[in-house]
T-cell receptor
Framework: DAGVTQSPTHLIKTRGQQVTLRCSPK?????VSWYQQALGQGPQFIFQ???????QRGNFPDRFSGHQFPNYSSELNVNALLLGDSALYLC????????????FGQGTRLTVV | QQQVKQSPQSLIVQKGGISIINCAYE??????FPWYQQFPGKGPALLIA?????SEKKEGRFTISFNKSAKQFSLHIMDSQPGDSATYFC????????????FGSGTRLLVRP
């Protein structure tokens, strides 16, 4: 079992650009949640995708959007990147969104310059 | 009311000692309290979790103590080992009505040989 797979591992973007991060959930999981972890901070919930729809959203602007595909994989898109978007972006998969089963990937380190 | 406050920010313990990390919450609707361990370059991994109907849960060297009236919970690592050196996050959730984990700010633990 490969667990949760995220790509790319690292990414450097310029302020104002757009970025797409990808996540493949753990086998048997159908829900993907995205978290942002700034340096030295705990992860913050961005949103969760279930049945190809955004089910719950945290306190993040509309520049952050996502998508879930029929195979349960997911993308996180961030438009008009700001320096403050530099962070580790974590994907967590679970079955039907149960937090008690959340399994995290290794994250994508995004640096905005 | 959605915050989870964690302390200390960093902790140094000698090998064989006891590491204690504390968390406090305000929202009495929280009913699931996990602890995550995160090594550099990795995503958080679930260590141990507790629900408010019990006051203590032990798994190996790791114990969660839960004080519902004080709205506090803590992680105790007995016989701390250098391999326990990592960042620890407490979290909270409303398991049946929310799909997000709310994390504390983390505690960086260093266990000296």
């Amino acid at each position: 079992d490969a667990g949760v797979t995220q790509s790319p591992t690292h990414l450097i973007k310029t302020r104002g650009q757009q970025v797409t991060l990808r996540c493949s959930p753990k086998s048997g999981h159908d829900t993907v949640s995205w978290y942002q972890q700034a340096l030295g901070q705990g992860p913050q919930f961005i949103f969760q995708y279930y049945e190809e729809e955004e089910r719950q959203r945290g306190n993040f602007p509309d520049r952050f959007s996502g998508h879930q595909f029929p195979n349960y994989s997911s993308e996180l898109n961030v438009n008009a990147l700001l320096l403050g978007d530099s962070a580790l972006y974590l994907c967590a998969s679970s079955f039907r969104g149960f937090v008690s089963e959340a399994f995290f990937g290794q994250g994508t380190r995004l640096t905005v310059v | 009311q959605q915050q989870v406050k964690q302390s200390p920010q960093s902790l140094i313990v000698q090998k064989g000692g006891i590491s204690i990390i504390n968390c406090a919450y305000e929202n009495t609707a929280f009913d699931y309290f996990p602890w995550y361990q995160q090594f550099p370059g990795k995503g958080p991994a679930l260590l141990i979790a507790i629900r408010p109907d019990v006051s203590e849960k032990k798994e190996g060297r790791f114990t969660i103590s839960f004080n519902k009236s004080a709205k506090q919970f803590s992680l105790h690592i007995m016989d701390s080992q250098p391999g326990d050196s990592a960042t620890y996050f407490c979290a909270a959730s409303m398991r049946d009505s929310s799909y997000k984990l709310i994390f504390g700010s983390g505690t960086r633990l260093l266990v000296r040989p």
